[in-house]
C-alpha cells in the first residue's frame, strides 16, 4: 500500500532525482604543542647477601621518589611499576649456588612544568644505579586541540559540500548523516605516538648541568564522513 500525504515518508539510502544526495570527506591535521611529558625510572641494587640487596633498593627507591616528589606540582602524577629481586646463579662443581642479587624497582612520572624536566631528569640520572628513559611527549585525552580537531574536520566537509553543490549550480538542503571514520582504529592514549626517546644511566660524580629538553610537537588528526541532501539542479 502506498503511504498517504500524512504519513512519514520512509528514508531511502540513497538520492533521488528531487531529493539528490551527495557525500564527501572532512579532513583536519594539527600540529601543536605537548601537554604531558612522561620519564621511566629504574632503580636497581645489587648485592651477595637477599636482605643487603633489599635493603639498598628500598633506600634507593625512597630517594628517588623524594626526589620526583620535591618538584610539587610540576609533577602531575607518579606511579611504581614492576618490582623485583632475582638470584645469580653461578657453577659450583657440580652443582649452583647463588652468587649475587639483583633488584630493581620502576617509577613512572608525568610531568607538565618541561622547565622542571631537564632538571629532574638530570638530578634522577645522577643517581647511583639509577636509569632515566623517556621523555615521551604526549597530549591529555581531554585536550582542547581534539575537539578543535573535530570541529575543524566538520567545517571542511560542509565546506566540501557546498562547492560541490556550487559546481552543479544549486545549494545543500540538509545533513543526512556525520560519521566520525576514525572512531574504531583511534589509537590509545599512551600509543607512544610523537615522541622522543632518550635513555639516560648514572655514571658522573659530579653534579651535572640540567639537561636542554625541547618538547616535540604533537600531530592530531581528525576524519569525518558526512552525506546531504541538496536541491534539484538545472543540468
Avoid at 161 to 187: C, F, H, K, P, S
Wanted: aromatic fraction near 4%; charge should be negative.
Amino acid at each position: 500500500m502506498a503511504p498517504t500525504e500524512t504519513e512519514p515518508q520512509p528514508a531511502l539510502p540513497y538520492g533521488t532525482p528531487d531529493s539528490p544526495r551527495i557525500a564527501v570527506r572532512g579532513e583536519a591535521h594539527l600540529e601543536v604543542d605537548p601537554e604531558i611529558a612522561r620519564i621511566g625510572i629504574t632503580v636497581s641494587a645489587r648485592g651477595t647477601d637477599r636482605r643487603e640487596a633489599l635493603t639498598d633498593l628500598t633506600r634507593r627507591n625512597a630517594t628517588a621518589l623524594d626526589l620526583v616528589k620535591s618538584y610539587g606540582d610540576a609533577v602531575e602524577r607518579v606511579e611504581t611499576g614492576a618490582f623485583s629481586i632475582t638470584p645469580e646463579l653461578t657453577k659450583h662443581g657440580r652443582g649452583e649456588r647463588i652468587r649475587a642479587y639483583h633488584g630493581r624497582v620502576h617509577i613512572t612520572a608525568e610531568l607538565t612544568d618541561f622547565t622542571a624536566l631537564g632538571e629532574l631528569t638530570t638530578r634522577l640520572a645522577d643517581l647511583d644505579l639509577t636509569r632515566v628513559d623517556g621523555p615521551w611527549w604526549a597530549l591529555r585525552p581531554d585536550s582542547p586541540s581534539h575537539r578543535q580537531a573535530r570541529q575543524q574536520a566538520v567545517r571542511e566537509a560542509v565546506q566540501r559540500a557546498r562547492e560541490y553543490a556550487e559546481a552543479l549550480g544549486t545549494t545543500l538542503a540538509a545533513l543526512v548523516e556525520l560519521a566520525d571514520i576514525g572512531a574504531e582504529n583511534a589509537e590509545p592514549y599512551a600509543s607512544g605516538r610523537a615522541m622522543r626517546a632518550m635513555s639516560l644511566a648514572s655514571a658522573a660524580t659530579e653534579e651535572a648541568p640540567p639537561l636542554d629538553l625541547e618538547p616535540q610537537r604533537q600531530h592530531v588528526y581528525a576524519q569525518v564522513n558526512a552525506r546531504f541532501t541538496m536541491e534539484p539542479p538545472r543540468l
